[in-house]
Structure formats: structure tokens, C-alpha cells
């Protein structure tokens, strides 16, 4: 076989969504066919030979995409497989699929050798190439551990989608976002520099109350800062937005249909929102079969780069981002 090919792909994912991830690839009508699955790990074959551009399809169930070199009894084997490369270890521990913390961060274009260690005789070899909107971190997970004074898991999301779509912020930019309360979103969104108006009829929790201001229409030059609007998304009007208004997120536990009408009246309302992030929440995973659906409204709204991830921090969630 020359180069960068293979008659395998593997994915990792989240330990529970195997089954999404293999309807997912049959709706894209890829022509994949499911074989070897173990938790967290899921092997493809199809008619034609893959290569490394085989994996630019994007899988939202997939953290981790890799061109498979086989299956190996020891690591090092596995690391021979791959040794030309800079290599990245996954492993299947404590019921997740975990990135192995300490392995180098890739730069764009770099192919990345991947050992994924399933059981203490099974290991398995893949290649993928790094890419904008990939995960630099082994497994498509960085590790992130919760900080301990956020009020909500919503801190964890937050971060993580950051990092796994290396997504940068300046000062300058004012996030909306729409079910803030309790703010873990919102203290970490904070903790970078970035002023929040903050979307929800629920109360806000005590650590992010030093950053209050109580009139839009009178915010600090001195950032950041936290607006609250406390009322339901529907009845929040351009005066709570104001100006300068940069990215949409939403965090509200209401329907994918619900929150991208909601993003659509916002963006009209402020055109110079230039990024989105949502986590959506679905009833069943297997819902993430209606991507297309989420696709075609974003894009109506001018949004041209459009990713949607299961992050390893998620349950029956999505991270959905959207930028111009
Ligand atoms: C999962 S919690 C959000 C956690 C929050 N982002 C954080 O960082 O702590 C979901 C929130 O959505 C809010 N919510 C639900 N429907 C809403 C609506 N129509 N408008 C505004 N907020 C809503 C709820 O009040 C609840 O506080």
C-alpha cells in the first residue's frame, strides 16, 4: 500500500455515541461502512482506498478522525507504526476516551500520528493532518478540568470549544448569550477579558456580580463588564444589544429550531455579530442526523464557516460555531 493510504479509517468519539456517529456517516451518504467497534472507537471501510484527504469530511460525533495503520498488541509497536511523525496517545480510561496530556501541539498542515490504547494488549495506529477548526489536543480533548468557582459545568463547554476550535477573542469584542444564569459561561468569557450581555429570566450567581452594570446604555469604558437582561431571548430588543455587539452563544436548553431563530432575529438586530456559538441540546443524539437543517439556516443568516462537534466535555450535546 503506498503512502498514506488504507483500507481503514477509525474515529474516536464520545463512549455512548458510537451509534450517532455511524447514522451520521450513513445520512453524508459517504459510502462508509461500520466494522470493528469497541467503546469510544469505531472503524470504517468503503469501496474505494482512503487517503488523508478521506478525513476532511466532516463528522460531528467524530473528536478524532485518523487513516488507521492496524491494530498492534504493544505500544511500541503502535509508535513504530507512526514514528515519523509527531505523535499523539488516546486512550479508553475511566469509561471516556481520553487525549494522553503532555503530547506537542501540531502546527497547520502537519500530519500527526495518533496511538490509541483500547485494552492492555490492543493498541491501534492512525494519521491524520492538523487543520484549522481540528483539535490541536490528542482525542480531540484537552484536558481542560472544571475551575473551581464557576457556578455551572457550562464553564467546561465553554472552554473547551475554545480550545478545540482554537477560537481567539480580543477585548473588544462584546459577546450576547442567550440562558446565561447561573454564568459559568459568563465568568469564563469574563475571566478572558470579554463583556458579556447576559440573556435569561433565571438569577445570576454571586462571583460574577462584581462585574454587574445596571444600564446598557451606560456600559464602562473599563471592561469587562456584565450586562444582565433578564428576561426570556424572545422579548430582548436591539436597546438591551446596543452597539459593538461581535459573537452570539447561546446555552439555553430549548430546541435547535427555537435557538437558531432566536440567533437569526439577533443577528438581524446586530449585523456586526461576526461569530456564533451554541450548545445544543438534544433529546436524542441521534438527532444530530438533521445537521443539514442547522447548516442551511446559518448559512441563510452570511454565516460561511459553519462546524458542529460533539466535544468530550458533552453528553447529548453539540457545540455548533458558525463564523463569517
Ligand atoms: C443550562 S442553563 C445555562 C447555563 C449557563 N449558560 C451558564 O453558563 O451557567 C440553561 C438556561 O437557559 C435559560 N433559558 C431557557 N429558555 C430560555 C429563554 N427562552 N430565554 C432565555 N433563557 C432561557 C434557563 O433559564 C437556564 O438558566
Not at 503512502?3 to 447514522?23: I, M, R, T, W
Not at 454565516?303 to 463564523?323: D, G
Request: aromatic share 8%.
Amino acid at each position: 500500500m503506498p503512502d498514506h493510504q488504507s483500507d481503514y479509517v477509525f474515529a474516536l468519539c464520545n463512549p455512548g455515541s458510537e451509534k450517532a456517529l455511524k447514522l451520521e456517516a450513513e445520512m453524508m451518504a459517504l459510502g462508509w461502512r461500520s466494522g470493528y467497534q469497541r467503546r469510544g472507537f469505531v472503524t470504517f471501510k468503503a469501496d474505494a482506498v482512503f487517503s488523508l484527504h478521506s478525513l476532511d469530511v466532516k463528522i460531528a460525533c467524530a473528536r478524532r478522525l485518523c487513516l488507521s495503520l492496524g491494530k498492534t498488541s504493544t505500544r511500541e509497536e503502535a509508535e513504530r507504526l507512526v514514528a515519523e511523525h509527531k505523535i499523539h496517545h488516546a486512550r479508553y480510561f475511566e469509561r471516556k476516551m481520553q487525549g494522553v496530556a503532555g503530547d506537542g501541539q501540531p502546527e497547520v498542515g502537519e500530519i500527526i500520528g495518533t496511538v490509541v490504547e483500547l485494552g492492555p494488549t490492543e493498541f491501534w495506529a492512525g494519521l491524520h493532518r492538523h487543520a484549522p477548526f481540528l483539535s490541536p489536543h490528542p482525542a480531540g480533548d484537552s484536558g481542560i478540568v472544571m475551575a473551581a468557582d464557576s457556578p455551572s459545568r457550562a464553564w467546561l463547554k465553554l472552554e473547551e470549544a475554545v480550545r478545540f476550535f482554537d477560537l481567539e477573542f480580543t477585548e473588544k469584542d462584546i459577546v450576547v448569550e442567550l440562558g446565561c444564569a447561573p454564568g459559568g459561561v459568563v465568568l469564563a468569557l469574563l475571566q478572558r477579558g470579554i463583556s458579556v450581555i447576559g440573556v435569561d429570566p433565571a438569577k445570576m450567581a454571586e462571583v460574577v456580580l462584581t462585574s454587574t452594570i445596571q444600564n446598557r446604555q451606560e456600559a464602562p469604558s473599563n471592561r469587562p463588564w456584565f450586562y444582565h437582561c433578564r428576561k426570556p431571548a424572545a422579548l430582548a430588543s436591539k436597546r438591551d444589544l446596543g452597539q459593538g455587539v461581535t459573537w452570539f452563544m447561546s446555552d439555553m436548553n430549548q430546541s435547535p429550531e427555537v435557538v437558531l431563530k432566536e440567533c437569526a432575529r439577533f443577528k438581524a438586530m446586530a449585523p456586526s455579530i461576526r461569530g456564533v456559538l451554541i450548545t445544543l441540546k438534544l433529546t436524542e443524539i441521534e438527532q444530530v442526523a438533521d445537521k443539514q437543517t442547522w447548516f442551511t439556516a446559518l448559512r441563510g443568516m452570511g454565516f460561511k464557516t459553519i462546524r458542529l462537534q460533539q466535544l468530550s466535555v458533552h453528553h447529548k450535546e453539540f457545540a455548533l460555531l458558525a463564523m463569517k
